[in-house]
């Protein structure tokens, strides 16, 4: 299944400034690393993931357009998915952005 090339550019745009930050090809689409730390994605299920951490999750989920994260029937606490509508949005895209680096930069160094 092949990701969204226009979401894996609109990511790597919103992270040209960010240091560290890595591309990965998994889970069937395009993984941004920050520091070795997943920090979203664009998938092949024509959405994007955002790893908000389980302390943000509930405010990333009061953003329209975003969802709960699953794969294969679980759920993936700290991750939200968000769908086109919420990616056609730069001020909902730059917030879940958001929400993700403060959450991955306090991670160590993978």
């Given at each position: ?12 745009d ?17 993984c ?29 989920l ?16 700290g ?20 929400l993700?680096l403060?959450?991955?930069q ?5």
């Open positions: 299944m092949a990701y969204d090339e226009g979401i894996a550019q609109q990511l790597r919103a992270l040209a400034e960010v240091p560290d930050v890595t591309e990965k090809r998994m889970f069937g689409g395009l941004f690393l920050l520091r070795g730390n997943m920090l979203c994605g664009a998938s092949g299920w024509s959405d994007t993931m955002f790893r908000v951490g389980k302390a943000a999750e509930a405010a990333a009061e953003v329209a357009g975003t969802r709960i994260m699953e794969m294969g029937g679980r759920r993936m606490g991750f939200v998915r968000a769908d086109e509508s919420a990616m056609a949005d730069d001020g909902v895209r730059d917030r879940l952005m958001a993700a403060r959450y991955v306090s991670l160590p160094p993978k």
